[in-house]
């Protein structure tokens, strides 16, 4: 078994001066990343109203960002590693910035789309960069191991608060302030950065080929698994999309094994701890971001939850996430990542199956609080042992590009898990209600409370047979870390003194 070591970075990180100011900067900016990933999902009906967006249409409003984000991850930390890391964190945040308030500012579907596309694409670059400035920022020890665990919490809880937030926004303002808050955020954020340290620069180039054939692989299995759904999986125009890419994944993997400066270092993949950290994450990725969407769906279409109290109501994971997350930024620096991960995924297994068990009678205080603590619980208890072992043992040169291969895992592992898990509800409520979804809008267009009670019958059985399936997702990380996640406690655990150990 091999130890977990931090990455090799530079030799003079700040020891001290301006490191609070530097966490919360990069605290701020990858909170914005993430929460964006879910803000929209409680405002997409007012949205869809306002713009009179399509079914179809309005699930590429959430995945479009998802797909862009996870698909140029790579790209934007090997960016970070050639051109400077603090240069191209800003680039990053000014792109998500403005392409934020085009999104505010939409006056159609295809400007909104493309104004997600590119946020996407601001993200991918600030997010990888973000996690190596703590490696070049913060010395080895209990200061870099402290603001991991805040950057995992932001990860974990972002998601969280941008439905708390959404809620918030699309109640008391508008939707398009779920755009218009990152704004001020971000230009803090620009305005923050000259308190993180600059990191040395990497030779090489950008590999475009890869980053083409890898996006374009993987949007086109999306876009299978969501069009098989709707049209079924022997439609032709099914077929074509899974064979696009199957060709594009394997040309992209032929490229990276043969270019000289690659998007995606294979030998980063021939370490078994820090694969297994980045399947890990892309099961609990593929999860977490089905069980916000399956359950925001619920409690507002099913319980009848306005936005707000929709958002509220994740008060109690935002908790779990944040207490997990903190008592594992001590934990991890005397335990292995496996006895901490493990029990994690068993709590987050446990609390999904739960909510794979609600009726459309169920109570918030009895069902749902308790069932989505336990979950949060799980998931903030295996962030941390996972993301340290993505970057462990890395070389400085490689360092944002491991750090963007975590990101994409848990990002590209959301998109499919909710493609995948999407057209299991949909199958499933329609099975039990010809068109379920559109039953229940029927229903409440013509006040029909019988139809209203059948469509939410049948779609409680959809959302939760996908809450199953996330479930399903949570046993298959345990497995993935069982066989692959052997290393032991971090060798500096017992260093006092940060100075000693950078």
């Known amino acids: 078994m091999s130890a977990i070591t931090t990455p090799h970075t530079d030799p003079t990180p700040q020891r001290g001066r301006h490191l609070g100011m530097a966490l919360l900067v990069i605290a701020s900016a990858q909170l914005m990343v993430v929460l964006d990933g879910t803000i929209t999902n409680i405002a997409l009906p007012d949205l869809k109203a306002d713009l009179g967006i399509s079914a179809s249409g309005l699930a590429w409003v959430v995945n479009s960002y998802v797909l862009a984000f996870g698909g140029l991850l790579l790209l934007g930390g090997r960016a ?60 080895e020890g209990p200061p870099r191991n402290k603001a991991m665990g805040v950057y995992a919490g932001m990860s974990g809880i972002g998601a969280t608060i941008g439905l708390l937030l959404g809620g918030v926004l699309t109640e008391y303002l508008d939707w398009r302030w779920v755009f218009f808050v990152n704004v001020p955020i971000g230009v803090g954020v620009l305005f923050g950065t000259k308190v993180l340290a600059n990191g040395g620069r990497a030779k090489g180039r950008l590999d475009l080929p890869g980053a083409v054939t890898g996006t374009a692989g ?34 992209f993997v032929g490229l990276q094994a043969r270019v000289s400066a690659p998007m995606l270092p294979l030998r980063l993949l021939k370490d078994r701890n820090r694969a297994g950290s980045y399947a890990t994450m ?28 929709t958002g509220l109501a994740y008060i109690p994971f935002s908790i779990g ?14 335990f292995a990542p496996r006895t901490l991960t493990a029990p994690g995924l068993v709590l987050a297994g446990a609390g999904m199956l739960w909510l794979s068990r609600l009726t459309p009678d169920s109570s918030y205080l009895t069902d749902l609080m308790p069932a989505m603590f336990i979950t949060a619980v799980g998931l903030g208890t295996g962030f941390l042992p996972m993301t340290l072992g993505a970057v462990s043992g890395v070389a400085h040169q490689d360092t944002g590009i491991a750090s963007a291969l975590l990101n994409t895992a ?80 971090p060798q500096h655990a017992d260093a006092a003194d940060p100075a000693t150990t950078a």
């Open 80 to 139: 970070g590693d050639l051109f400077g890391r603090r240069r191209m964190f800003r680039v990053g945040i000014a792109v998500f910035t403005l392409a934020s308030l085009l999104g505010g500012f939409a006056g159609s579907s295809e400007i909104l789309i493309s104004a997600r596309v590119l946020q996407g694409v601001g993200a991918a670059i600030a997010a990888p960069t973000a996690l190596s400035l703590i490696a070049t920022t913060f010395p």
């Open 321 to 334: 996430m944040a207490a997990a997350t903190g008592a594992g930024s001590k934990l991890v620096a005397r």
């Open 218 to 251: 993987l949007v086109s299995l999306v876009y299978a698994i969501t069009r098989g759904g709707d049209h079924g999986w022997t439609d032709n125009g099914t077929l074509a999309f899974f064979g696009a890419a199957i060709v594009l994944l394997i040309v």
């Open 410 to 489: 848990q990002q590209i592992g959301g998109a499919l898990g909710l493609a995948i898990l999407s057209t299991v509800s949909t199958t499933t409520a329609d099975d039990r209600l010809a068109n379920a979804d559109g039953a229940f809008y029927q229903g409440l267009a013509t006040n029909d409370s019988a139809l209203l009670s059948r469509a939410a019958n049948a779609l409680t059985d959809g959302y939760t047979a996908a809450l199953a399936g996330g479930a399903i997702l949570m046993i298959a990380a345990l497995v993935v870390v069982g066989i692959a996640v052997n290393a032991r406690r």
């Open 282 to 309: 892309l099961f609990i990725g593929a999860g977490m971001f089905s069980m916000f969407y399956f359950l925001s769906l619920y409690m507002q279409q099913v319980l009848d939850y306005t936005p707000l109290k």
